[in-house]
């Protein structure tokens, strides 16, 4: 059984920067990518960052050159390094891992930028 955890989140301050995590365990023999995922209040879910089997990685305009999406091959972990938060950034940000024929999600991870 394959799951997937965030964590990272919490209160930081307009300006401030936060590295979210994103582990998974269990049998995972390919990855086809790994997504992460927010969603405000009131909003509908929307994608941050995405990160291909083959290493690609591709941005939402909102949030391009403020995030970075790396990962750990080996520890089975990815991340997403976000600086210059605005409270307009705050949600719940998921991560959503892709396997051949099925896809799993975290439960999310509360980010709340506010002064």
């Known amino acids: 059984q394959v799951q997937v955890v965030e964590s990272g989140g919490g209160l930081v301050q307009p300006g401030g920067s936060l590295n979210l995590s994103c582990a998974a365990s269990?049998?995972?023999?390919?990855?086809?990518?790994v997504g992460w995922y927010r969603r405000a209040p009131g909003s509908q879910r929307e994608q941050v960052a995405l990160?291909?089997?083959?290493?690609?990685?591709h941005y939402t305009p909102a949030m391009e050159g403020r995030v970075t999406i790396s990962r750990d091959s080996e520890k089975n972990i990815v991340y997403l390094q976000m600086n210059g938060l605005k409270p307009e950034d705050t949600a719940v940000y998921y991560c959503?891992?892709?396997?051949?024929?099925?896809?799993?999600w975290g439960p999310g991870t509360q980010v709340t930028v506010s002064s």
């Open positions: 269990g049998s995972i023999f390919r990855v086809n990518g």
């Open positions: 990160i291909t089997g083959s290493g690609r990685t």
């Open positions: 959503n891992l892709l396997v051949p024929g099925s896809e799993y």
